[in-house]
């Protein structure tokens, strides 16, 4: 009998786990939530269940016991959790778990300890891996943290020990303003979390953000699959990806994809995983933490790796042993990823919702869509604004920059605003195309004036003044003066040549 | 003498599209021949058309155009995703703006006064016509010999201030052209 894999995750992601269950031989589950009742990802599932989740606060995706309730109803042997959602939550792994049904990631126990930041470092260090420097234990007055700044360098940042959120957090440029600014970073942690503790860390003024893809078995083989460069973000929000990256270096990938591998196996890790870094100027880079889901960036690597990550998700949950091997690894041409995100890139970003009047893909051997929508759907304000990917494949980083410009010159969508325009512009300024860029390029260099260019200009100006004209010259023709040589000509004979 | 001028004479068919930047498109469309915007024509193609979204081909590369939003003769139309806002007008409502508005760019009267005593022998365009700067407008005689008179300016024909076979003094008054250059 066929596997049952329920995948608790909607849109791109939810086609992305179906294909994957296919090739493997399995019967694809699906929920069928109100909130999106007729989402194109119900197209490809073999099996849908409703989620009925109108009236409930929650969306069925964020629904841990609704999910595996349903799933033990329906019969289901796996479930995938995608990303997002549940996907790194470790009651929601084990709740499954407990109830017989195979989670597809790593162990509850190792989401629990990846998603504590204070854990996950100091696993780190015992794997030898690079943290960023900073005060180990609490730092108790401006002057200890004025002595422990002179020591590692400024600018520094303080943070709330019990902190989050960014309360509780300054950033210290130079020793004359430490006092004020540990004053008040203090005072404010107490209000917040009724702890005034202070730690100390360098703080990178430009960094660059790289992660290292890896896949783990149960019996203890791990492979490194390579980084990502994901720096183009908005407010932590990766917009574009690329892999490799330009930054690392052969004897650099080395070195960091051995550190990842020394990490998950010394934390006993299976399944697909990422390892964070953050680079500095120097290129010198730190762990920051692990992800423990598939992330919506994989696309990249699988292209440049020729790697199916979510096919071995599934087959490492089965039980299967990895078959590849480190040194049949091997990073071909470049890769890189554009989110299309219904935010109007003019406008700070804002969500756009409504109904997708007409959406057009690019499509070339080198093209890779992952897209949840299609003519005719609907984006609605409950969940996320991305509505798909366009991953490109080129030989080296100058022609995946000019396969990926030329590809989101044909994508088009009408109904709303999306993030396409944003990514041309990233991908013909300067410092994407000598690969300076860094995660403050969004807030530091862009502004929406960017996206504008001469030829748009006028080619709106032209289109605007055709829909005027036809309309100033319908009215004339109302007029008894009117003579029977209507605009429209030029367009009609335009139309006719096609 | 085979000199084709871009602007053909109706009038009717140029128009202004002036962003909020102040940029100003100048765009004349003929009847059977590709537009001409700010004097030059550009070989763009039409490729669809389809309610209120259009695509055109130019150099080599597509540009969707979807217009966004209107009110009155202000239009937001994007393209290729980013949007740009336009107000627009008719030539005629161009130069009608262009007299009172005393704080935007004056249009200028280009007055053409006769360069010499003579006759007028013949006039080719009329009040209203679109004309291109160098195109002939009349033609004067004089000492036997028949100059012909051009337009010093892109522009509409604003008067006409003499009539065929009529004696003119030199400096006197021929035309009035609204000038439609920058």
């Known amino acids: 009998m066929k596997k049952r894999l329920l995948i608790a995750n909607r849109s791109e992601i939810a086609i992305r786990i179906i294909r994957s269950a296919h090739k493997l031989g399995m019967l694809a589950v699906v929920f069928q939530s109100d909130r999106e009742p007729d989402a194109l990802y119900l197209n490809y599932a073999d099996e849908i269940i409703p989620a009925r989740d109108a009236g409930n606060e929650k969306a069925i995706f964020l629904d841990a016991e609704r999910i595996v309730e349903l799933a033990l109803e329906?019969?289901?042997?796996l479930i995938h959790p995608g990303y997002g959602f549940?996907?790194?939550?470790?009651?929601?792994?084990?709740?499954?778990?407990?109830?017989?049904?195979?989670?597809?990631?790593?162990?509850?126990?190792?989401?629990?300890?990846?998603?504590?930041?204070?854990?996950?470092?100091?696993?780190?260090?015992?794997?030898?891996?690079?943290?960023?420097?900073?005060?180990?234990?609490?730092?108790?007055?401006?002057?200890?943290?004025?002595?422990?700044?002179?020591?590692?360098?400024?600018?520094?940042?303080?943070?709330?020990?019990?902190?989050?959120?960014?309360?509780?957090?300054?950033?210290?440029?130079?020793?004359?303003?430490?006092?004020?600014?540990?004053?008040?970073?203090?005072?404010?942690?107490?209000?917040?979390?009724?702890?005034?503790?202070?730690?100390?860390?360098?703080?990178?003024?430009?960094?660059?953000?790289?992660?290292f893809q890896i896949i783990g078995d149960k019996y203890g083989n791990v492979v490194h699959l390579g980084e990502r460069e994901c720096s183009l973000q908005r407010k932590h929000q990766k917009i574009m990806e690329e892999a490799p990256s330009a930054s690392v270096t052969p004897e650099m990938r080395k070195e960091m994809g051995d550190m990842a591998i020394r990490f998950a196996k010394a934390i006993g890790y299976y399944s697909a995983g990422t390892i964070e870094f953050i680079m500095d100027e120097d290129r010198s880079y730190y762990f920051m933490e692990m992800n423990t889901r598939i992330q919506v960036e994989h696309p990249v690597t699988e292209m440049v790796t020729g790697v199916d990550l979510v096919d071995w998700q599934i087959r490492v949950a089965l039980g299967e042993e990895l078959t590849l091997k480190q040194e049949d690894i091997e990073i071909k041409g470049w890769a890189i990823e554009c989110?299309?995100?219904?935010?109007?890139?003019?406008?700070?970003?804002?969500?756009?919702?409504?109904?997708?009047?007409?959406?057009?893909?690019?499509?070339?051997?080198?093209?890779?869509?992952?897209?949840?929508?299609?003519?005719?759907?609907?984006?609605?304000?409950?969940?996320?604004?991305?509505?798909?990917?366009?991953?490109?494949?080129?030989?080296?980083?100058?022609?995946?920059?000019?396969?990926?410009?030329?590809?989101?010159?044909?994508?088009?969508?009408?109904?709303?605003?999306?993030?396409?325009?944003?990514?041309?512009?990233?991908?013909?300024?300067p410092e994407f195309i000598d690969a300076s860029y860094t995660t403050r390029w969004v807030d530091s260099v862009y502004t929406p004036e960017m996206l504008e260019n001469d030829e748009d200009e006028m080619i709106g100006a032209l289109a605007a003044t055709i829909m005027y004209a036809s309309e100033y010259l319908q009215l004339s023709s109302d007029l008894p003066t009117y003579k029977n040589d209507s605009l429209n000509v030029w367009v009609l004979n335009k139309r006719l040549n096609y | 003498m085979g000199t084709t001028y871009i602007y053909k004479r109706?009038?009717?068919?140029?128009?202004?599209?002036?962003?909020?930047?102040g940029k100003r498109f100048k765009i004349y469309i003929p009847k059977e021949s590709q537009p001409v915007i700010n004097g030059e024509e550009e070989?763009?193609?039409?490729?669809?058309?389809?309610?209120?979204?259009?695509?055109?081909?130019?150099?080599?590369?597509?540009?969707?155009?979807?217009?966004?939003?209107?009110?009155?003769?202000?239009?937001?139309?994007?393209?290729?995703?980013?949007?740009?806002?336009?107000?627009?007008?008719?030539?005629?409502?161009?130069?009608?703006?262009?007299?009172?508005?005393?704080?935007?760019?004056?249009?200028?009267?280009?007055?053409?006064?006769?360069?010499?005593?003579?006759?007028?022998?013949?006039?080719?365009?009329?009040?209203?016509?679109?004309?291109?700067?160098?195109?002939?407008?009349?033609?004067?005689?004089?000492?036997?010999?028949?100059?012909?008179?051009?337009?010093?300016?892109?522009?509409?024909?604003?008067?006409?201030?003499?009539?065929?076979?009529?004696?003119?003094?030199?400096?006197?008054?021929?035309?009035?052209?609204?000038?439609?250059?920058?």
């Not at chain 1, 989110?339 to 804002?350: A, I």
């Not at chain 1, 609907?378 to 590809?407: C, E, N, Q, W």
Request: aromatic content about 8%; some cysteine.
């Open chain 1, 86 to 211: 549940l996907s790194e939550n470790p009651d929601f792994a084990e709740l499954c778990v407990s109830n017989g049904i195979n989670f597809i990631g790593p162990s509850p126990e190792l989401i629990r300890e990846m998603g504590l930041k204070t854990v996950a470092k100091s696993m780190a260090i015992k794997a030898g891996l690079p943290l960023v420097p900073g005060s180990d234990g609490a730092i108790n007055d401006a002057e200890a943290a004025k002595a422990y700044a002179d020591k590692i360098g400024y600018p520094v940042i303080l943070k709330a020990s019990a902190g989050g959120g960014g309360r509780g957090m300054r950033i210290v440029e130079k020793p004359e303003t430490m006092e004020r600014n540990f004053k008040s970073a203090s005072e404010e942690a107490l209000a917040a979390f009724d702890n005034g503790d202070m730690f100390i860390e360098k703080y990178l003024q430009n960094p660059k953000h790289l992660e």
């Open chain 1, 74 to 77: 329906h019969n289901i042997d």
């Open chain 2, 10 to 21: 109706d009038a009717s068919r140029l128009f202004i599209a002036l962003r909020e930047n």
């Open chain 2, 43 to 182: 070989d763009i193609d039409f490729v669809e058309q389809e309610d209120f979204h259009y695509a055109f081909d130019w150099k080599g590369k597509r540009y969707h155009c979807e217009l966004v939003s209107r009110d009155q003769n202000k239009a937001v139309v994007k393209v290729n995703g980013v949007e740009y806002k336009f107000s627009l007008e008719s030539l005629f409502s161009y130069i009608r703006h262009g007299m009172i508005d005393k704080d935007g760019k004056q249009i200028d009267e280009n007055n053409i006064v006769a360069p010499m005593p003579g006759k007028i022998v013949d006039i080719f365009l009329s009040e209203g016509d679109l004309v291109n700067e160098g195109e002939p407008i009349l033609s004067l005689e004089a000492m036997k010999m028949q100059n012909e008179i051009s337009a010093n300016c892109n522009g509409v024909i604003r008067k006409i201030r003499v009539q065929q076979g009529q004696s003119v003094m030199k400096d006197e008054l021929l035309v009035e052209i609204n000038s439609i250059d920058e």
């Open chain 1, 339 to 429: 989110r299309v995100n219904t935010e109007d890139p003019q406008n700070r970003f804002s969500p756009q919702t409504g109904f997708i009047d007409k959406i057009y893909f690019p499509k070339d051997k080198d093209i890779r869509i992952e897209s949840g929508v299609q003519t005719g759907s609907v984006v609605t304000p409950y969940f996320d604004s991305m509505i798909a990917k366009i991953i490109v494949h080129g030989k080296d980083r100058p022609d995946v920059i000019k396969k990926t410009l030329a590809a989101l010159y044909e994508f088009n969508l009408i109904g709303m605003k999306t993030t396409v325009p944003f990514c041309r512009t990233v991908l013909q300024h």
